[in-house]
């Protein structure tokens, strides 16, 4: 009888779920816009790839993976008939790769409309890259920051541009007191997304007499390999089918921010499901944003006159 009452329950929460999640329903057409997506090869990135390619974008997947990020180029163009989707090499966990991408992106494109910082580790990866800094760290945070930076000015010729960064709700779990020690893979991922929505917030703040806006969001609890080698892994096919969105669901605040008219003139946000979120009290914390800022400036060794 409990089996009966627990596939029930099940049913039911599901149920809920579905009619919960927020989609995206702008029907704007892309065409002629030019979009960065990291870690588009997989997951939530894999899917917004995909419908920004679908509405006719020209879509560059920065990847870390040559033969994943391929097939899915491959997968996208078979789908959406869209010749314009591309593969470029991009290491988050190197700043030599990041500082390749962004001079081979700019003799490439003469311009950039979209830059979504969606790639990101779970945090189990605490060994030290070839930087000297955490690697999930380095992934989550320094290298989607040296990244943005770089490719600012670029934001700014082709404005109006959108910077969209994907957090997660466990930044309110998170601190910035020692980002470069091996902490549990828990408190690494917590911190590092809690940097992304303070990394957001500031550069929303410099960018403010630009034309380029700045948002953060929380894309729910996605069934995504985002969870290999995690305990969530082992309890996957249950509870992961049953309480978190499937991808595609996933993906839909990240496309809502990268199309929306509605986001025209919205900037320094954060976004779940779609409408505005609430931050948690850490992420509202001016200083806070202003010294991880500074930090991060130094820990990725950017020039001065790389500075924004
Ligand atoms: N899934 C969730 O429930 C959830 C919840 C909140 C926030 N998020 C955030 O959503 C984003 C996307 O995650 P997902 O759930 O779609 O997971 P996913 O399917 O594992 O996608 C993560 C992507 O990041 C890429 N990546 C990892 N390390 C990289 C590196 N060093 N350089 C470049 N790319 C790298 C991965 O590439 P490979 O395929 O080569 O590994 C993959 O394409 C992440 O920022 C995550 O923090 C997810």
Request: glycine content about 8%; aromatic content about 8%.
């Amino acid at each position: 009888m409990w089996l009966v009452w627990l596939v029930l329950g099940m049913i039911l929460i599901k149920t809920y779920n579905k009619i919960t999640n927020g989609k995206c329903y702008s029907d704007k057409v892309m065409s002629g816009k030019v979009v960065i997506v990291t870690g588009g090869n997989s997951g939530i990135g894999y899917q917004t790839a995909l419908e920004l390619a679908r509405r006719g974008a020209k879509v560059i997947l920065g990847c870390r993976d040559e033969e994943r990020g391929q097939n899915a180029v491959q997968s996208i163009i078979k789908k959406t008939k869209n010749r314009s989707v591309r593969y470029m090499h991009l290491d988050l966990s190197s700043f030599a790769s990041v500082r390749k991408f962004v001079e081979d992106f700019k003799s490439s494109e003469a311009k950039l409309d979209i830059l979504i910082n969606n790639a990101g580790a779970s945090g189990v990866h605490r060994d030290k890259t070839e930087d000297g800094l955490i690697r999930d760290m380095q992934v989550n945070h320094f290298g989607p920051f040296l990244l943005t930076v770089l490719l600012t000015p670029l934001l700014k010729k082709s404005a109006p541009s959108r910077i969209i960064i994907v957090t997660s709700t466990l930044h309110r779990f998170g601190t910035i007191s020692d980002l470069n020690s091996p902490h549990s893979f828990m408190r690494t991922y917590c911190d590092s997304k809690l940097c992304n929505i303070l990394f957001s917030n500031e550069l929303a703040r410099r960018l403010e007499d630009s034309d380029v806006s700045v948002n953060s969001l929380h894309p729910g609890h996605v069934n995504t390999s985002f969870y290999k080698a995690t305990i969530l892994e082992k309890l996957r096919t249950m509870i992961l089918y049953t309480f978190f969105k499937n991808p595609i669901e996933g993906a839909q605040t990240s496309l809502f921010l990268a199309i929306s008219d509605d986001c025209d003139h919205i900037t320094g946000g954060y976004f779940v499901d779609c409408k505005e979120g609430y931050m948690g009290m850490k992420a509202r914390n001016e200083d806070l944003a202003a010294k991880l800022w500074e930090m991060s400036e130094q820990m990725v060794g950017l020039k001065p006159e790389e500075q924004i």
